[in-house]
């Protein structure tokens, strides 16, 4: 499983069944389709708040939730960011 970029996110398109979980789920539609399986499109974007993962029932999704999302919420205290953690 690669990672994507600059967060721990990490998608491995032949465990995906294309169910589109990961699409409805992530808060900053890091996902999207593409014909029949999902695509990291905004992979930049992602806050590692883990609920791809905790979604996906084919193990095609790897992310090392808890630390980009406290330090996202610490961004957005201390930086105005409107930041969602769920
Ligand atoms: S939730 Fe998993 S199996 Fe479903 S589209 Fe996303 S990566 Fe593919
Ligand atoms: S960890 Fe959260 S923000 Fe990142 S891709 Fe998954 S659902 Fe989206």
């Given at each position: 499983?690669?990672?994507?970029?600059?967060?721990t996110?990490?998608f491995d398109v032949?465990k995906?069944?294309g169910?589109g979980?990961c699409?409805i789920?992530c808060?900053h539609?890091?996902?999207?389709?593409?014909?029949?399986k999902?695509a990291?499109?905004w992979?930049?974007?992602?806050i590692e708040c883990?609920?791809?993962k905790?979604?996906?029932?084919?193990?095609?999704?790897?992310?090392?939730?808890?630390?980009?999302?406290?330090?996202?919420?610490?961004?957005a205290k201390?930086?105005?960011?409107?930041?969602?953690?769920?």
């Amino acid at each position: 499983m690669e990672y994507l970029g600059i967060n721990t996110l990490r998608f491995d398109v032949k465990k995906c069944t294309g169910c589109g979980m990961c699409v409805i789920v992530c808060p900053h539609r890091v996902f999207k389709m593409q014909g029949k399986k999902a695509a990291p499109a905004w992979k930049d974007k992602c806050i590692e708040c883990g609920a791809c993962k905790s979604n996906c029932a084919f193990g095609a999704i790897e992310v090392d939730a808890g630390p980009g999302c406290a330090a996202a919420v610490l961004a957005a205290k201390f930086g105005g960011k409107n930041v969602c953690c769920e």
